[in-house]
């Protein structure tokens, strides 16, 4: 429910929602929670957040050394949930998903894990590691949890998997940039417009682009692409792993990076109009005042 409030308010204001991603307990319990508040208050239209795993196989190296920091501090799953409670009890509206991998769930029962997940107020879980083939292990719990379970669709898959993916997910779809890992060292690439087309022909809920998403232009290239939100998580994670010895350089970092994507996916579609019309430019406006121009169609 709270995504389709979500998407339907984005759409009727023509804006992309924008999803930042971190995970949970990185470099601390408290720290990440004062991250997430940031993240909030500086534009975040929903979260999504992540467990620390030992094997993180679909993150690329950014993400792979922030896990260490949560691994490292013995930070649990029920610590995890504890923290998403208190998300969920402050910011009672805003959508939260979470993005685990399927050793993690199995290691709770999977319906102790989807009991969990409901408790703590989540609205969705994606497991990186499960293909939709095998989705009706966890889904059946998960929906009657409550648990909106939505699948990455990767841009080289075949029609049947797209017409699984369009079927089976719920809450959204997570559309790949391009194959690979996460990383903000491997740009995006406007993802295929085709792609695009065949799920929202095929009825997937709403689409949300991740992978490589890291700057302002990246976000219009999404607008282009027909999507209706953008993730961004190396990015922030990565100011995670170069200022957490010092917390409130960190924390404004953090902040100034949202704004500023969050006022590109504010203005992407609008931009896209216009350029539609006279071959505009998108004006990148932040809440603290910085600016910016991407050039409408600039390369990533």
């Known amino acids: 429910m709270r995504y389709q409030q979500l998407f339907n308010h984005k759409q009727s204001q023509s804006e992309l929602a924008y999803i930042p991603f971190v995970i949970l307990g990185d470099p601390t319990y408290q720290l990440s929670l004062k991250i997430i508040e940031r993240l909030v208050e500086s534009g ?7 467990f620390a795993f030992s094997d993180p196989v679909a993150d690329g190296p950014v993400i792979q050394a922030a896990s260490l920091r949560p691994l490292a501090n013995h930070f649990s799953i029920k610590d995890g949930f504890k923290l998403i409670k208190q998300v969920r009890d402050k910011y009672p509206q805003l959508p939260l998903g979470l993005l ?5 769930v199995f290691a709770q029962g999977i319906d102790g894990f989807y009991q969990q997940a409901s408790a703590a107020g989540l609205d969705s879980v994606l497991i990186a590691d499960c293909p939709v083939q095998e989705g009706a292990l966890f889904s059946k719990s998960a929906s009657e949890h409550g648990i909106d379970t ?4 990767p841009p080289d898959a075949d029609q049947q998997t797209l017409k699984l993916i369009a079927e089976n997910s719920s809450g959204y779809t997570y559309v790949l940039s391009r194959k690979g890992i996460t990383g903000t060292e491997v740009a995006a690439s406007q993802a295929n417009l085709d792609f695009i087309a065949q799920l929202k022909a095929l009825g997937s809920p709403p689409l949300v682009q991740g992978f490589g998403i890291s700057e302002p232009e990246h976000v219009y290239q999404a607008a282009q692409a027909g999507v209706d939100a953008i993730i961004t998580g190396s990015a922030i994670v990565k100011l995670i792993n170069q200022h957490y010895n010092e917390p409130q350089v960190m ?6 990076y949202a704004n500023l994507m969050a006022s590109a996916a504010r203005q992407a579609l609008k931009a896209h109009d216009r350029n539609n019309q006279d071959k505009g430019s998108i004006d990148v406006d932040s809440r603290d005042n910085k600016r910016g ?3 409408a169609g600039a390369a990533s």
């Open 150 to 153: 939505v699948y990455i669709a």
């Open 293 to 295: 121009t991407a050039q």
């Open 44 to 50: 975040a239209d929903a979260l999504e957040l992540g």
């Open 100 to 104: 685990t991998y399927a050793n993690l």
């Open 251 to 256: 924390l404004a970092k953090i902040a100034d």
